[in-house]
């Protein structure tokens, strides 16, 4: 079930409702798959559409957080710098409305993944990072 803003803000998540207009999604997610072009996991992608239908497919790994690995040897920049402009932002709105204290971090680690058409991932809390 989707829970309710308040909700969320209680369980320290903070939404950034209209960050991203559809057309700029779909241009990142666009670039997203540029830059991995040439991967295993996009070919995969191309060779055959999703391969698992159930569940969502990372395309594009830079630096995983835990294991400091990935699919790429050039950062995905676009990516790092849109992802640090929503958490600069995230952070600016926390302390304005004195919700949350989110401190201050450079991210340096991308991971995308695509999920088919009515697929899910169920809920999880990602465990092996320092933070986030």
């Known amino acids: 079930p989707t829970k309710n803003l308040e909700e969320l803000r ?14 700029v999604q779909e241009g990142f997610y666009e670039g997203l798959l ?4 040439g991967t295993v ?5 191309a060779a ?11 395309f594009l790994l830079y ?6 690995t990935g699919n790429l040897e050039t950062p995905p920049q676009f990516a790092l ?15 304005s409305s004195n919700e949350i204290e989110i401190p ?12 088919p058409e009515g697929g899910s991932m169920a809920a999880h809390k990602d465990t092996g990072g320092t933070w986030g």
């Open 63 to 68: 630096n995983n957080p835990t294991t400091k």
């Open 41 to 45: 996991e996009v070919s995969q992608l």
């Open 34 to 37: 540029a830059h991995a072009e």
């Open 81 to 95: 710098d849109l992802g640090q402009r929503a958490y600069d932002r995230a952070r600016r709105e926390s302390s």
């Open 104 to 115: 201050m971090k450079t991210l340096d680690s991308c991971h995308a993944q695509v999920y």
């Open 48 to 58: 055959a559409g999703c391969p698992f239908p159930a569940a969502p497919f990372p």
């Open 10 to 23: 209680d369980e320290g998540i903070i939404i950034l409702r209209g960050f991203l207009d559809d057309a």
